[in-house]
């Protein structure tokens, strides 16, 4: 994957194709190394409706040869769930009574939901009752229920499709949710159109298509553009070619979350699919190869997420968005601008990467050291989280700026990149010498430095933050290999140049730690030094020269930057939850003020 960031501007698949075969006379074809980021794609996507069932405990032979038609033929009934069935259903009354026939058709529905698609679709077997209820019940279809690990692909592939497309055709409708992430519509592009049709005929409403990539070229059907019922639209390994037409209708009027994986659109037709969703609220882009070229938000009144996961995006354009809160991004490939012209309800911003990412606030450049005036300021961000390579000069330069430009920042996110490159000379000096800023002397409650090295040049900013941080109420040391977060409680009044954080072995316990100096006031140094403390919280004294009110807390890491978790409106903070330790740093200032 990072291996295509350097590639040029695909404008086809071709493209895509000649590049990834041009890596390598010996490795992997263009194919078998598409068809490998395949998964990963699908990792990103929201969890099925309903869990696939474990193949290992998959029943008896009758699954192969279970139809999902809804023929009503009493032989049918008898071959679906085996020789035996009678003896199943005796066997699951109990007492002899039937218990659940007296439940009402809208439980038996709920019941219906839950299942597997398989099993969802044999309760028709039961009686005359359950069919009917099947037919009513909104459909819920997900092809990970139906693949038979033993089963050739391209067989499996085939079977897969004609299952999908007979069940779909034999409920009346409507269609809750239809999941495709197996199938290959390889030579089946007839059989893949008519099952587009009858989705948009059946008002299908959550929808995730992707095209296991051969071939790589695969159109998209144009009846998805009938699908006028969907509110959310996961697409995955599709050319797409979205007709420019904004006099119509919106093509997809209820839309609310749309994510576009590893697909083919030109940016003329990404801006018109965009202005055909009047109601969209998470826009997602993943693994795009430059085609779209760039995101540009414009004119949208509903969009309230914006994420761009491991795409090659030229710049990314924030054009008028006066409803959205988060701009995301995980970004690869060359250096591109991020431009945020009006977007005033803005309040999570990241991870920005200081390396790749050149931002602009209100046409305005962000550069190291300038003077930052209130047209380049966004007042209304809350979170940020930037990705800064600390012995780079330029990047540790900037960081500072950044912070003027969101006065009322609350919580910072620093991720430490690591980097070949030594130390820049003047990197302690610098710090030493800078001046606070609005957001650190009456906002900035939370910080956080992910990939924690103990390096010097990161214990400099620390250091800067401590000493400034007039309201900083927690903090946390993410260590660079993930294991553990070290996190502290402050009354606001740190003002030791040196923090140190001792962990002693507590494993699983609470107990008393110390904070200490470790040295002379003057020191330059941030020590943590690390213990085997997995679910330890502790309570210590302040730094010397620090306030006495200051407890030191510690406990394990608590990861949470994922595509899902990014686009998710009801995860606070989408870099990392420090919920329960900050609900127990809250508890003990509580009873200290006490």
């Not at 330029?394 to 920042?409: D, H, I």
């Not at 606001?492 to 609470?510: A, K, R």
Request: hydrophobic letters at 40%.
């Amino acid at each position: 994957m990072d291996a295509a960031a350097g590639g040029g501007g695909f404008r086809t698949y071709a493209d895509v194709e000649e590049f990834f075969n041009n890596m390598s006379s010996e490795g992997p074809s263009a194919q078998d190394r598409i068809d490998a980021i395949v998964p990963y794609l699908i990792s990103l996507l929201p969890p099925p409706f309903v869990p696939a069932p474990d193949a290992d405990a998959a029943s008896d032979s009758e699954d192969d040869h279970f139809s999902l038609t809804s023929s009503s033929s009493s032989s049918d009934y008898g071959a679906a769930v085996g020789a035996d069935w009678p003896a199943v259903v005796l066997a699951a009354r109990g007492d002899g009574q039937d218990h659940i026939s007296g439940l009402g058709n809208d439980l038996l529905s709920n019941v219906i939901s839950r299942l597997p698609t398989k099993d969802a679709a044999r309760t028709m077997v039961l009686s005359t009752r359950w069919r009917r209820v099947w037919a009513e019940t909104p459909l819920l279809l997900d092809d990970a229920h139906l693949r038979d690990a033993d089963e050739p692909r391209d067989m499996a592939a085939f079977r897969d499709l004609l299952a999908v497309s007979r069940c779909v055709a034999a409920h009346p409708g409507p269609v809750h949710g239809l999941r495709i992430t197996r199938i290959s519509f390889h030579l089946q592009e007839y059989s893949l159109q008519r099952l587009v049709s009858s989705l948009a005929a059946k008002n299908v409403k959550d929808l995730i298509l992707f095209n296991r990539p051969c071939p790589l070229n695969m159109p998209l059907p144009d009846d998805i553009l009938r699908c006028v019922s969907l509110t959310r639209l996961y697409l995955g390994v599709w050319r797409w070619r979205f007709p420019d037409n904004t006099a119509d209708p919106p093509a997809f009027p209820n839309l609310q979350e749309l994510g576009i994986f590893h697909s083919i659109i030109k940016d003329k037709e990404l801006d018109a699919l965009l202005s055909h969703c009047p109601k969209l609220k998470i826009l997602s882009c993943a693994l795009t190869y430059s085609c779209p070229s760039r995101l540009h938000v414009k004119s949208s009144s509903s969009l309230r997420v914006v994420m761009e996961w491991r795409c090659i995006f030229h710049e990314v354009v924030v054009d008028n968005a006066p409803c959205l809160e988060r701009l995301l991004f995980e970004s690869v490939g060359g250096r591109r601008p991020i431009k945020i012209v009006h977007a005033p309800r803005l309040e999570i911003l990241g991870f920005l990467d200081l390396q790749l990412h050149t931002l602009e606030i209100g046409g305005i450049v962000i550069r190291a050291g300038m003077n930052v005036r209130a047209s380049a300021m966004l007042s209304s961000l809350k979170i940020l989280a930037v990705k800064v390579r600390f012995c780079h000069d330029m990047e540790v330069k900037l960081l500072p700026t950044l912070l003027r430009c969101f006065p009322r920042l609350e919580t910072l996110h620093i991720k430490s990149i690591r980097s070949r490159s030594p130390d820049t000379v003047n990197d302690m000096d610098f710090w030493k010498s800078l001046a606070s800023c609005d957001c650190l002397e009456s906002h900035l409650k939370t910080f956080v430095l992910h990939g924690f090295q103990g390096r010097k040049h990161e214990a400099a900013f620390a250091r800067y933050i401590f000493k400034n941080g007039k309201v900083l109420k927690s903090y946390g040391f993410v260590y660079s290999n993930g294991d553990n977060v070290v996190v502290g409680g402050s009354d606001g009044s740190s003002s030791s140049d040196d923090v140190v954080v001792e962990e002693g072995p507590m494993s699983g316990s609470v107990g008393e730690c110390n904070a200490s100096s470790g040295g002379s006031g003057g020191s330059d140094d941030v020590v943590v030094e690390r213990g085997s403390m997995p679910g330890t919280v502790g309570e210590g004294n302040a730094p010397s020269g620090g306030s006495s009110g200051r407890y030191i807390f510690a406990c394990p890491a608590f990861p949470c930057w994922s595509f899902q978790n990014a686009i998710d409106l009801s995860v606070e903070d989408p870099f990392y939850v420090l919920g329960p330790v900050m609900a127990l740093i809250d508890l003990v200032e509580g009873e200290t003020a006490r």
